[in-house]
């Protein structure tokens, strides 16, 4: 697995609620590992990357392509029939992957970049696959300077399922992700951009007829969701 060591420490932040301002090749840190990916084109070749974020690493396909997504679902040993979510690198670029309406968008903006997953109607250009057995997307804008720049580089969301083998521990760090996939070809590059720091999933919010729907549990507090849309 190609590493490319990334310091984080001197990356600019974004504010909450900001779209993605940050060019990934005007920082130092990080320029050579995204310029890598954008003329090698990693990721418009089936390509896996495995990124950090900020709870665990990730793995990255590009959803529209259904060769790379049944290749990530091989990777991992995961069931077909269980979807795969999506991060972006702002609200604008989830729009192009889902049709987010007026309820979710006040969510996005009340707390994207952050741990927030919505459930929402994908859009044509995403691949069957990549929904598994399910007619949604579940899409986030995460708060990892590293991972957003590479959705913004990439120019379309990325996925973000686990740098794991099903059933196995997520990766904190690029060490444990290149152990878990030693001795294959499954993961083609790696952002190492040192350890994360773990912690709860991203709650997962669906809007029904009658309202937010809790989906899974996580790091925003449902009392939160709900104030946000009141």
């Not at 396909?61 to 702002?90: E, W």
């Not at 083998?165 to 070809?185: I, M, T």
Request: aromatic share 6%; proline share 8%; glycine share 6%.
């Amino acid at each position: 697995v190609p590493v490319v060591t990334s310091n984080t420490s001197s990356l600019p932040e974004v504010s909450q609620g900001a779209a993605l301002e940050v060019d990934p090749l005007s920082v130092a840190d990080i320029s050579s590992a995204m310029q890598s990916l954008v003329e090698d084109q990693f990721l418009r070749r089936r390509c896996i990357v495995a990124y950090p974020s900020e709870t665990f690493y990730g793995l990255a396909v590009d959803p529209r392509r259904d060769d790379a997504v049944a290749r990530l679902y091989a990777a991992k040993g995961r069931d077909a029939s269980m979807a795969i979510p999506l991060i972006a690198a702002s609200l604008a670029q989830a729009e192009e992957a889902a049709v987010v309406g007026d309820r979710e968008r006040r969510l996005a903006r009340a707390f994207w970049p952050g741990p927030l997953t919505i459930v929402m109607p994908p859009r044509a250009a995403i691949a069957a696959r990549t929904l598994g057995d399910g007619p949604t997307v579940a899409l986030r804008v995460p708060s990892h300077v590293v991972a957003r720049a590479l959705a913004a580089r990439f120019g379309f969301c990325i996925t973000a399922t686990s740098a794991n083998r099903s059933g196995e521990p997520p990766a904190s760090d690029a060490e444990e992700v290149a152990e878990r996939f030693s001795g294959s070809d499954l993961v083609d590059f790696l952002l190492d951009g040192g350890p994360t720091p773990g912690g709860p999933p991203s709650t997962i919010v669906e809007m029904v007829r009658t309202g937010p729907r809790c989906v899974r549990a996580g790091a925003v507090a449902w009392d939160r969701v709900l104030r946000s849309l009141e």
